[in-house]
């Protein structure tokens, strides 16, 4: 490539670093996707009634989520209650900030495959005796995972990608790991080809882990 020599044996010598960085990436991607949904369920049920003080917060939170940029929110954490000295480490600034994204995006995501579910099943549900609570938990979201399926994964990659930005604020995240290392040896193209690999794999292996989970609950890939 145009003369250029990769040194290979440099990013094996940097590779406990980016193992390091990437298990930081997989955990703020779990938990934050965890955190996201446990907030956007409640959100969703509340945009679907469409009145009440729950519908207009619900609706705050997705727009100001889902239109301003991931990289600013991840700014106003971590610089912006800084400036009002609330200081926060970068890992929770970041968790924060996808946390704030992910429950965005998955808010609608979950009210467009609740609004595919007949009413009559909900109706169905209350007349047996359930609460609003029990019919959503036990009859109208198991059927809405099955629905969101495949949007509700790509969500959750897209807050592992999104991870990356960590590195801005000072977080040895997998591309926060791998900037320092080639920062310190001036390999670039090594560092970040391998660690493009790394997050392919990491995307590969959410993908896989959803749909055998999916398999398991609901017997069909």
Excluded: C
């Amino acid at each position: 490539m145009l003369g250029y020599q990769f040194y290979w044996s440099i990013v094996w010598d940097a590779l406990p670093q980016l193992l390091a960085g990437a298990w930081v990436t997989v955990q703020i991607t779990i938990l934050s996707f965890v955190i996201g949904t446990l907030i956007a369920m409640p959100m969703a049920v509340a945009r679907q009634r469409e009145t009440g003080l729950g519908y207009r917060l619900a609706t705050a939170w997705v727009e100001l989520s889902r239109n301003t940029p991931v990289l600013f929110q991840v700014f106003m954490i971590y610089f912006g209650l800084g400036a009002l000295g609330i200081n926060i480490s970068s890992y929770i600034s970041v968790l924060a900030a996808i946390s704030f994204n992910n429950a965005g995006y998955l808010a609608e995501i979950f009210r467009g495959g609740i609004a595919a579910i007949p009413r009559q099943q909900f109706s169905a549900a209350r007349s047996l005796g359930m609460t609003s609570f029990q019919s959503f938990m036990h009859v109208v979201f198991p059927q809405v995972f099955q629905v969101i399926f495949l949007a509700f994964v790509t969500q959750g990659i897209w807050g592992m990608l999104n991870t990356s930005l960590g590195m801005l604020v000072g977080l040895r995240e997998l591309a926060g790991a791998a900037q320092y290392a080639q920062s310190v040896s001036f390999r670039t193209f090594e560092f970040f080809i391998v660690t493009a690999g790394f997050y392919y794999v990491i995307a590969k292996a959410l993908q896989l882990s959803a749909h055998l989970v999916f398999k398991l609950m609901y017997g069909r890939t």
